[in-house]
T-cell receptor
Framework: NAGVTQTPKFRILKIGQSMTLQCTQDMNHNYMYWYRQDPGMGLKLIYYSVGAGITDKGEVPNGYNVSRSTTEDFPLRLELAAPSQTSVYFC????????????FGPGTRLTVT | GQQVMQIPQYQHVQEGEDFTTYCNSSTTLSNIQWYKQRPGGHPVFLIQLVKSGEVKKQKRLTFQFGEAKKNSSLHITATQTTDVGTYFCAGDTNAGKSTFGDGTTLTVKP
């Protein structure tokens, strides 16, 4: 099993551009999460999903959108990128709440200039 | 909304000294997990606590969950250089939402 994969690993965007961060898991997990981590800071929840077709906002959803059309994929869309979105983005998945471990992808390092 | 506070933000210790990080939630948690992140890496799961007052041990690491399920701690006995990194707690609500603390960064001087 590959676990949780994220693409791309690195990206530089100009202000106002858009992009999609991809996240795929092959563990048949129901729950998936998107976090951002600013330098020296903790992880802030952007969006999460408890199953295909179901998504909900986290702490910092503004400027982002998600979809969950399949169990495996949970892409994160950035519209009109801003310098404040410069961060490392982590996708995570787990079987269900109360079932412990979140499995994290390697992250996408995004710079907006 | 739910907030999870973690202290201290940084801890510098001499190798062999003990280390403790504390986590406090503004709301009652259904469970809490602890993760470790090395510089440049992603968070890696250490343990989950579910029951009120639960204590779990992993070698030199001891994890506790408070009686009210609103606080938790991680204690490392006799730190080693391999313990360096940032330790995060993460609290769950029954709805599946997960909130991370801001982490405690541990440095160990040989």
């Amino acid at each position: 099993n590959a676990g949780v994969t994220q693409t791309p690993k690195f990206r530089i965007l100009k202000i106002g551009q858009s992009m999609t961060l991809q996240c795929t898991q092959d563990m048949n997990h129901n729950y998936m999460y998107w976090y951002r981590q600013d330098p020296g800071m903790g992880l802030k929840l952007i969006y999460y999903s408890v199953g295909a077709g179901i998504t909900d906002k986290g702490e910092v959803p503004n400027g982002y959108n998600v979809s969950r059309s399949t169990t495996e994929d949970f892409p994160l869309r950035l519209e009109l990128a801003a310098p404040s979105q410069t961060s490392v983005y982590f996708c995570a998945s787990r079987a269900g709440t109360g079932l412990g471990e979140q499995y994290f992808g390697p992250g996408t390092r995004l710079t907006v200039t | 909304g739910q907030q999870v506070m973690q202290i201290p933000q940084y801890q510098h210790v001499q190798e062999g000294e003990d280390f403790t990080t504390y986590c406090n939630s503004s709301t009652t948690l259904s469970n809490i997990q602890w993760y470790k992140q090395r510089p440049g890496g992603h968070p890696v799961f250490l343990i989950q606590l579910v029951k009120s007052g639960e204590v779990k041990k992993q070698k030199r690491l001891t994890f506790q969950f408070g009686e009210a399920k609103k606080n938790s701690s991680l204690h490392i006995t006799a730190t080693q250089t391999t313990d360096v990194g940032t330790y995060f707690c993460a609290g769950d609500t029954n709805a599946g939402k997960s909130t991370f603390g801001d982490g405690t960064t541990l440095t160990v001087k040989p």
